[in-house]
């Protein structure tokens, strides 16, 4: 089976500080890894993913997340937040199951 | 390239009564996804549909059910509809299965009074 774990339902940062959120996943077969973002009343961007190969894997708005195999763990970072970083912030995994399977997702807020 | 489209943005329905939302997929994905993201309960996965079947459903009852037409569009039907069914209905296209990135839609709001 598949599951994903995110640590902390709410993270508060400042502004130019580093954005982590914390993702761990159990699969029973190697892992297909996704972070997605969600602003209000809007579906859900893709991020980033890692499917096989690099194991720091680069997205979109200068996030990055980093596979850890002997930890289970797929950590998204920023070095520096932006006010527009405000959002909800979702880990997924598929595999051995097709469909995704989320954790219970990151409100991340940023203070000026 | 148009994304993954839904509608309608927003219903509100009784209890009891039928819902249908739509999708439709990017141009070339032959798989559609459901998700229900309802408050307090996160997003949970409804429905698979590839190639116009059914391929797999989550836990949730038969009266969520729907289909996929030849051009791969989707519909989801919510039948006798509850308080609880109040929830963002998402969908997601993608190419392959697994190892292709699933693609998501703006949502149907669905609010049951």
């Known amino acids: 089976a598949q599951s994903v774990t995110q640590l902390g339902s709410h993270v508060s940062v400042s502004e130019g500080a580093l954005v982590l959120l914390r993702c761990n996943y159990s699969?029973?077969?190697?892992?297909?890894l996704f972070w997605y973002v969600q602003y209000p009343n809007q579906g859900l961007q893709l991020l980033l993913k890692?499917?096989?190969?690099?194991?720091l894997v680069k997205g979109i708005n200068g996030f990055e997340a980093e596979f850890k195999k002997s930890e289970t763990s797929f950590h998204l970072t920023k070095p520096s937040a932006h006010m527009s970083d405000a959002a909800e912030y979702f880990c997924?995994?598929?595999?051995?199951?097709?469909?995704?399977?989320f954790g219970g997702g990151t409100r991340l807020m940023v203070k000026p | 390239e148009a994304g993954v489209t839904q509608s309608p943005t927003h219903l509100i329905k009784t209890r009891g009564q039928q819902a249908t939302l739509r999708c439709s997929p990017i141009?070339?994905?032959?798989?559609v996804y459901w998700y229900q993201q309802a408050l307090g309960l996160g997003l949970q996965f409804l429905l698979w549909?590839?190639?116009?079947?059914?391929?797999n459903r989550g836990n949730f009852p038969p009266r969520f059910s729907g289909r996929q037409f030849p051009n791969y569009s989707s519909e989801l039907n919510v039948n006798a509809l509850e308080l609880e069914d109040s929830a963002l209905y998402l969908c997601?296209?993608?190419?392959?299965?697994?190892?292709?990135?699933?693609?998501f839609g703006p949502g149907t709001r669905l609010t049951v009074l």
């Open positions: 699969s029973s077969v190697p892992p297909y």
């Open positions: 997924a995994v598929s595999g051995p199951l097709v469909w995704l399977t």
């Open positions: 141009s070339g994905h032959t798989s």
């Open positions: 549909y590839d190639e116009g079947e059914e391929r």
């Open positions: 997601a296209s993608s190419l392959r299965q697994l190892t292709d990135t699933q693609y």
């Open positions: 890692y499917t096989t190969g690099a194991t």
